[in-house]
């Protein structure tokens, strides 16, 4: 990567500054990022595995686990055939306000995630838009499952589409076109072309959205209630035993969901590293 | 112009439209509503008394401080992970994303732990009279927790494209390395600090969940304003709720309108040498 005349010339002043840059670094990314992890899976472990298992073997932990998959399992499908949708109409055609379209679509990443949880309040809440009607029909949506997913859906709502809109664009729409004209029919096309080209970086899309869907906490918290075995999520049971002073029991369920991070920094790196041309969407005109 | 060539334009956009509707636009609409309810004077009443300035200032003044912390770190970092090779790099350079990817309440709960008096870090910090743990300095340091990935991962990809020639160029006519930096590579970079800037800004001024853990939540001191809308809610208090909503809503608009004005200034100048 460094050229010729800088080597050359490399002055002890130089190596001494890019040691230093490369120390510094290094020492502020353990401290930072290594030390809050390490310690989630210290913390947990404390008083043993044993406490570990078992504080994990609770009818409420168990309860918080399932919630957690339910909520992701139908968040994830629904934004995943957003996103699809989304970044065919955003790169396959030309419209009017579809700079406005892709705000919107950011918008959710930069809103607060306990207004994203204060928005679904106000529509569905008792005091809300819908809450009336709702209470007189006796369909409960805040305090309740629906709320909780409707929650995490706004916020993990731009994840796919962003990992598929820039990959798209720069793949261009030739080889589809060219397979509507040998004859193939629409969903034709999606599968057997569209589908092969963008399904790496719709893995990784589906990893971040999955990820953020099972570890949302200030959206969920806002509209969950706190009841416990009903609306705590996996994030949310963490904070409850954490204020009841049982941290052992908060950091065997906070090692779940740090694992899942790891597991989902893991696979992206592979998948950068073994497919980066087909993820990278400046990749192939950089070479 | 071949718009006809391919299927599914109706339905594709029709759906997402829908979606992005009923998901996103109607609930910031049910938001607008209950703000105009309120009124304009009605909510600079309500965030009028003197917890909610403070948390207000706190959480923005926070955030300003954490985002400058970042861009100076991140440029740091980020140099070193484009520009030199060193054992353990890949690792550090897949490590920046942990912010993104770590549940917020689990990094709450773990930068407590390690900065508690008698944590990892706190037990060395204390004694010299650095108390991080339920204080401002607390949430400052969840708030450059959150957004340091931004920082890194804007920059990274333009760091990673920037035409050395011009360094050597700069270079073999005099320039030391420090000149060099600060007038070649700096200015061609400050779009894209200025965009990372906004975006770990916006993080961190709507950051709730690894705050809460570390601020202690003392009224006046170390609350921050998403906490008083959670503890507004709870107290059934809409209006207040929603006052204090429609103005981190607001920030977060401006910010994103920010960073898309940024970006087209870039790709103007960018346009004509590509």
């Not at chain 1, 399992?73 to 934004?79: A, E, G, H, K, Q």
């Not at chain 1, 709702?134 to 731009?158: K, N, S």
């Not at chain 2, 990274?156 to 030391?176: F, I, K, M, R, T």
Request: hydrophobic content about 55%; charged content about 15%; proline content about 5%.
């Amino acid at each position: 990567m460094r050229s010729r005349p800088d080597k050359r010339r490399a002055g002890i002043a130089r190596r001494l500054g890019r040691a230093l840059i490369i120390v510094l670094a290094s020492l502020f990314l353990c401290l930072f990022l290594l030390v809050p992890l390490a310690s989630v899976f210290v913390e947990a472990f404390r008083q043993g595995a044993h406490a570990f298992v078992e504080s994990l073997d609770q009818a409420e932990a168990v309860a918080a686990i399932r919630l957690t998959l339910l909520v992701a399992v139908i968040s994830v499908p629904l934004n995943v055939v957003f996103g699809i949708a989304a970044a065919w109409a955003m790169t396959r055609f030309e419209f009017r306000g579809k700079a406005l379209l892709g705000a919107f679509i950011d918008l959710p990443l930069s809103v607060s995630p306990v207004v994203s949880g204060l928005l679904y309040v106000l529509m569905f809440g008792a005091q809300g838009w819908f809450g009336p009607w709702l209470t007189a029909h006796g369909i409960q949506i805040i305090f309740a499952v629906p709320g909780l997913v409707l929650a995490t859906i706004f916020i993990t709502l731009p994840y796919v589409a962003r990992e598929l809109i820039p990959l798209m664009q720069a793949q261009g729409s030739e080889e589809e076109e060219v397979a509507r004209v040998l004859g193939a029919s629409g969903l034709q096309t999606f599968f057997r072309v569209t589908l092969p080209n963008i399904r790496w970086a719709l893995l990784y899309g589906v990893l971040l959205c999955n990820a953020r869907a099972m570890g949302e906490f200030g959206a969920v918290s806002v509209v969950s209630g706190h009841i416990r075995g009903l609306t705590t999520t996996m994030p949310l049971e963490v904070e409850m035993r954490y204020n009841e002073y049982n941290y052992v029991g908060a950091f065997a369920i906070a090692s779940l969901l740090a694992l899942l991070a790891l597991v989902t920094l893991a696979v992206k790196s592979f998948l950068e590293w073994r497919y980066h041309n087909d993820m990278d969407a400046t990749a192939p005109r950089r070479r | 112009m071949r718009r006809r060539v391919l299927p599914g334009f109706g339905l594709s956009l029709g759906y997402a439209v829908a979606y992005l509707g009923l998901i996103v636009l109607l609930p910031l609409a049910a938001l607008a509503w209950k703000a105009s309810d309120v009124g304009f004077t009605g909510i600079l009443k309500l965030l009028s008394s003197p917890r909610t300035q403070a948390a207000l200032e706190l959480s923005f003044g926070g955030a300003l401080i954490a985002a400058c912390v970042n861009v100076v770190i991140g440029l740091a970092v980020t140099w070193a992970l484009v520009r030199y090779r060193f054992p353990g790099r890949r690792i550090l350079d897949a490590l920046i994303d942990l912010p993104f990817a770590l549940p917020t309440a689990v990094a709450g709960i773990a930068l407590t732990a390690i900065y508690a008096p008698n944590g990892w870090l706190g037990r060395w910090l204390v004694p010299w009279g650095i108390q991080v743990a339920y204080t401002p300095l607390g949430v400052l340091m969840a708030m450059v927790f959150v957004g340091f990935p931004f920082v890194v991962r804007t920059l990274q990809p333009v760091l990673q494209s920037l035409e050395q020639d011009v360094e050597d160029a700069a270079e073999s006519l005099g320039a030391s390395a420090l000149q060099t930096f600060l007038r070649v590579i700096l200015p061609t970079l400050i779009p894209t600090l200025l965009t990372g800037f906004a975006l770990a800004l916006a993080r961190a001024v709507g950051e709730y969940g690894s705050v809460i853990f570390i601020a202690g939540n003392i009224p006046l001191r170390s609350e921050i304003a998403p906490l008083l809308i959670v503890q507004k809610l709870e107290e059934f208090d809409y209006a207040g709720a929603s006052a204090l909503g429609v103005v981190m809503l607001a920030f977060s608009l401006m910010l994103l309108v920010l960073v898309s004005a940024v970006q087209r200034w870039t790709r103007r100048w960018a346009e004509p040498s590509a």
